[in-house]
Nanobody
Framework: QVHLVESGGGLVQAGGSLRLSCAAN????????MGWFRQTPGKEREFVAA???????LYADAVKDRCTIFRNDAKDTVYLQMDSLSPEDTAVYYCAADRGGYIVVPPGHYAYWGQGTQVTVSS
């Protein structure tokens, strides 16, 4: 069982930056693909970014050029650096792990999820 814990969310003004972290409880995280998703009330969970076990990355168009996903397997942690934030980025952000190791987009493919961290961007 993989247990994921997100941190780094908070309140930030438009144009600001946040770095979200996702820490895992086991040392084999390097074998997993990792994804970041976000969700607002009444909407489906939305793909934000993903990174494969070998370091390939994929971003949603809405965050491309503003976000960077990267991993530190020595620390069993995955990060999402978010810059130039806007109120539209306000959501609960979740990280997820997929055992396949390859980038996948649909949230249903991910076996493990964190509890989420709130990001609020004020105008």
């Amino acid at each position: 069982q993989v247990h994921l814990v997100e941190s780094g969310g908070g309140l930030v003004q438009a144009g600001g930056s946040l770095r979200l972290s996702c820490a895992a409880n086991r040392p084999t995280l390097s074998n997993y693909a990792m994804g970041w998703f976000r969700q607002t009330p009444g909407k489906e969970r939305e793909f934000v970014a993903a990174i494969s076990s070998t370091g390939s990355t994929l971003y949603a168009d809405a965050v491309k050029d503003r976000c960077t996903i990267f991993r530190n397997d020595a620390k069993d942690t995955v990060y999402l650096q978010m810059d130039s934030l806007s109120p539209e980025d306000t959501a609960v952000y979740y990280c997820a792990a997929d055992r396949g190791g390859y980038i996948v987009v649909p949230p249903g493919h991910y076996a493990y999820w964190g509890q989420g961290t709130q990001v609020t961007v004020s105008s």
